[in-house]
């Protein structure tokens, strides 16, 4: 059985009056790819902010190797989103005035790592994605798909244990979309990353090993959304019946 490397017990997180998540309940095992999906306001998102330390639950748990995650200090949260955690959001959110090697760079140089070895690494993973050519490119002079590979890159130049994606592939064309998926997919196997994967659409749901629907901020037993999805393949992870037995779709 896999072992439990992120956990929500119960996540409760409201807007001002508007509830977003209501008492959700997920595992996420080592190395193991977990699609989150529903509609456009089910929770997709803000489960993804609070299981990464950017937002606090207002009531629940989030636990991280068998640890607390939603007590912790601001400072310790974001240290853990600098190293054992990567964050990639849809639109890339690359540091406009930095070219790509030094974007790709920053979650080390801010590691406090010195400088050569940070842009030595940041090549690394410029060649491995394909984007080399544009190392000294500022992120407005690439195409979408670049930039996305780019901030993908700088997601995994940590090396880290878990990869937050948030629509990834949602503001690229179809072809580009399936292109930097495959690279996500690639990597995190080589790697044996866990990845969190939010997503409205069954094409990239269907690179997971298991997909759990949202729908009004609960999760959804019938597989909401998207027809190829089974009640079983939906709820709590691996603790219930392990990622490869839980798999709603192949890779």
Known sequence: MTEVLLAARGVVKSYGNSPALRGVTVDVGEGEIVAVTGPSGCGKSTLLYCLS????????EISYRGARLDTRRESERSALRRGDFGVLFQFGQLVAELPAVDNVALPLLL???RRREARSAAMVWLDRLGVADVARDLPG???GGQAQRVALGRALVTEPHVLFADEPTGALDTLTGEAVLGHIVRVVREQGTAVVLVTHEATVAAHADREVALRDGMLDPTGLGFPMASPAAV???PAAAGPRHARTSGR
């Open 53 to 60: 330390g950017i937002m606090r639950p207002d009531a629940g």
């Open 235 to 237: 709820g709590a992870g």
């Open 141 to 143: 002079e690439m195409s």
């Open 111 to 113: 590691r406090g790592t």
